[in-house]
């Protein structure tokens, strides 16, 4: 990936990178990726994302904190109300499935299946990551424009040859993430983490087939020839 | 087009050329699309893309009732939340100002201004409208998901040298909009987002559109 790289390349290219290598990230590129990623749109153009991005020492005396601590109770948030829906609940097994398989871990493997979630403490490996917050009073369709950033940093990203996974997981570190970096919990929710780096070419986590609906099942076309 | 390009180059584009766009075109954007990410592969969004007769009769139909004003208003989720105020109220205020100000159109002329946000309900002229709607059981975090998709869209709609223009406005008129189009009960209608040729030299699709610089949005730790 390059500075040719096309919208289409980006977006197919882009995967949730579980294995990173170690090699760093360099400040200037993800300064501008998050300066261009300012110009992602937003509904009466509130801008309402919010961000730390760590690596080096910092990030590695927080995941150290997140280690020896429990996940919190309550949650931040339910990140999962969908999954009791039998269709939403089958797409996420699939997913978990290709992976575990892709790893060659058996699906009774408990023991080896929550190493491998562990894993989403360090982030993967990734030598920088993105914590992601904003302003609790925000609605559902702020948390669009929220997105509407991720994707746009995500696939800036890849751009820069950089990879990214986006963490929902680190939510259950919430409290604990916002006191490490001076964000008042009163006042703010913690979305999710953005794991940010290159990924491993080797590590078959990262190379399994992802499934998508088809279109048809996504959008009628009304109108057209 | 690389990612930059289109990222810089997107914008919120509020007059239109009269020159339909292929479905074969808006087919690829969309099929490219479905490679959005979302939590637990959810994949929360759906839409119904218009055009031709279809369009102008939802058009027409909320035309009909524009003049009964807020009373024909019919959403079903806060656009924004009510209690907002402060940097966010700039923000929002900030955007219409520059707006009207390069339309030439005061403060004082609230006519005008009326006559400027209907025409949200014709999409701006655009000849293709995609309605966006999801189902009621998703919460904060799918709305996240269908953020990153709509950003996709977008994105890869520039890529094939067409513009947008997301339009949460359309929630006003839900209840026409499903008279038009079936989206079913148990779904909520979120948004619009016009689609076609932009007039890019018009006044409307070039003033300059503020942000906040990232100091107020992102902190460094470690670097």
């Known amino acids: 990936m390059s500075n040719s790289t096309t919208v289409t390349e980006a977006v197919m290219s882009r995967r949730s990178i579980r294995a990173f290598s170690d090699k760093p990230v360099p400040l200037s590129v993800i300064q501008q990726v998050m300066e261009t990623a300012r110009w992602t749109p937003s509904g009466c153009n509130f801008q309402p994302w919010e961000g730390a991005i760590l690596t080096g020492e910092p990030l590695r005396q927080l995941q150290e904190k997140m280690k020896v601590t429990p996940p919190q109770d309550p949650k931040e948030y339910s990140w999962s109300d969908p999954e009791v829906i039998p269709e939403c609940k089958a797409r996420l097994q699939q997913v978990g499935a290709d992976m575990y398989t892709a790893m060659s871990i058996d699906r009774g493997d408990k023991a080896a299946r929550g190493d491998f979630m562990a894993q989403n403490i360090v982030s993967f490996g990734a030598p920088a990551v993105l914590m992601v917050y904003f302003p609790r009073v925000m609605g559902a369709p702020q948390w669009s424009d929220v997105g509407m950033w991720l994707q746009t940093i995500m696939l800036l990203l890849r751009e820069q040859g950089l990879d990214s996974c986006p963490q929902e997981f680190l939510s259950l570190y919430a409290k604990l993430i916002k006191e490490f970096v001076g964000v008042s919990d009163e006042s703010h929710i913690f979305f999710c983490g953005i794991a940010i780096g290159y990924?491993?070419?080797?590590?078959?986590?990262?190379?399994?087939?992802?499934?998508?609906?088809?279109?048809?099942?996504k959008v009628q076309f009304l109108g057209f020839e | 087009m690389n990612v930059t390009e289109a990222v810089n180059s997107r914008r919120s584009v509020r007059s239109y050329q009269d020159k339909p766009v292929d479905r074969a075109i808006l087919r690829r954007v969309l099929e490219t699309a479905q490679r959005s990410p979302s939590g637990g592969n959810t994949q929360p969004w759906n839409a119904v893309m218009l055009t031709g007769e279809p369009l102008q009769k939802l058009l027409d139909k909320v035309a009909e009732v524009i003049p009964q004003g807020l009373a024909a208003y019919s959403p079903e989720y806060n656009?924004?939340?009510p209690e907002l105020d402060g940097v966010y109220q700039e923000r929002r205020f900030g955007i219409g100002e520059a707006m009207y100000a390069a339309l030439d159109i005061p403060r004082e002329d609230k006519a005008s201004r009326l006559k400027w946000f209907a025409r949200n309900f014709q999409a701006f002229g655009a000849p293709v409208l995609m309605l966006v709607h999801t189902p009621r059981y998703m919460g904060p975090p799918q709305w996240s998901d269908i953020g990153m998709w709509l950003q996709t869209v977008m994105l890869l709609l520039r890529e094939e040298?067409?513009?947008s223009c997301a339009q949460e406005a359309w929630a006003v008129y839900t209840k026409q909009i499903r008279e038009c189009v079936d989206i079913p009960d148990d779904h909520i209608f979120f948004c619009g987002l016009a689609i076609g040729w932009g007039e890019r030299s018009d006044a409307v699709n070039s003033f300059p559109v503020p942000r906040a610089p990232l100091d107020e949005a992102v902190r460094w730790e470690g670097f």
Do not use: C, H
Request: proline share 12%; no cysteine; hydrophobic share 25%.
């Open chain 2, 79 to 81: 656009i924004y939340p």
């Open chain 1, 199 to 217: 990924r491993d070419e080797e590590d078959p986590v990262n190379a399994f087939d992802r499934k998508r609906e088809p279109l048809e099942s």
């Open chain 2, 161 to 163: 040298g067409l513009d």
